[in-house]
């Protein structure tokens, strides 16, 4: 799948990292190139130590490729589908366990440093509006800042993408006693915002609730429970999609209503990220769901 990246920060290197290693192909994007160009080249360097940093010849909406080639980000080319590899080669292994809910999760294994025959494709980085064009799948991972300018500049091109939404719009606490850190939100609809400036893409609000370390570890697991991502948005083929992508990085997807139900994964993250800044642990507010339970008053 194509996977548009708009922003060279920590979210964009650890999602886009995750779903480049997953055999997903990868375009960096932002308001800085150099930053874009950085970033998609310490992604592929991570991955393959044949994608090396070209120091001329670099043009608008170009990468470097193997051998020293450029390629252009051209949106009519079909997606490059990797040659069958073995589990231990690409990494990625079926997970079916009781953890991950009975259902298949792609699971991220160790790597050797033998790859196969087959090199991974590198990380490409262009500008913001081709990269849109060329991608199947946008994700959003730009500061609540910058938005506006972005959908003004590129809302028409979001249609009929799958456009995801991991952003927060956090600001701190100023009410908070000295010495604690603490935030609320700035807004309390960033997911609706984005669709209201691109009406025609399929805006979904995944990957706001933990911080970028969190989707970059290998971690996955804990107390037993694989790490779960919920899905907030109106189109059922791009939650799909999303909850496919959330699988590639070995993580356990389930809906969590349409989008306008996002404000809430919005201001949950708020709380409980302000809960883990004061040394609380928001996890242990909840009982597993064996242990949940409601009952009508």
Request: with cysteine; hydrophobic share 45%.
């Amino acid at each position: 799948m194509r996977i548009g990246i708009i922003g060279a920060g920590a979210m964009a290197a650890a999602l886009g990292g995750g779903w480049a290693a997953a055999g997903h192909e990868v375009a960096i994007a932002a308001r800085s190139t150099d930053a874009a160009q950085a970033l998609a080249e310490r992604i592929s360097e991570s991955r393959d130590p044949a994608v090396r940093r070209l120091d001329t010849g670099r043009g608008a909406g170009t990468v470097a490729t193997h051998e020293g080639r450029l390629t252009q980000l051209d949106p009519s080319s079909e997606p490059v589908e990797p040659a069958p590899q073995r589990a231990d080669e690409t990494g990625v292994q079926p997970d079916t366990s009781s953890a991950a809910g009975g259902r298949p999760v792609a699971r991220i294994t160790e790597q050797s440093g033998d790859s196969g025959s087959v090199a991974p494709t590198p990380v490409r980085a262009g500008p913001i509006g081709l990269t849109i064009e060329w991608a199947e799948v946008v994700l959003m991972a730009v500061p609540v800042g910058a938005l506006a300018e972005l959908l003004r500049a590129h809302g028409t091109a979001l249609d009929g993408k799958v456009v995801i939404d991991c952003t927060n719009a956090f600001l701190p606490d100023e009410s908070a006693p000295d010495g604690t850190t603490a935030f609320v939100l700035s807004e309390d609809a960033v997911a609706e915002r984005i669709a209201a400036g691109a009406p025609k893409a399929h805006v979904v609000k995944a990957f706001n609730l933990l911080a970028a370390e969190v989707w970059a570890g290998t971690d996955r697991v804990f107390d037993g429970a694989r790490l779960a991502v919920p899905l907030c948005g109106d189109d059922p083929a791009a939650m799909r999609t999303v909850a496919a992508l959330a699988e590639d990085l070995a993580l356990q997807p389930f809906p969590a209503g349409g989008l306008h139900r996002a404000k809430y994964l919005e201001a949950t993250s708020v709380f409980a990220v302000g809960l883990w800044f004061a040394g609380a642990d928001a996890r242990a507010m909840l009982p597993p769901l064996s242990a949940a339970f409601a009952v009508e008053d």
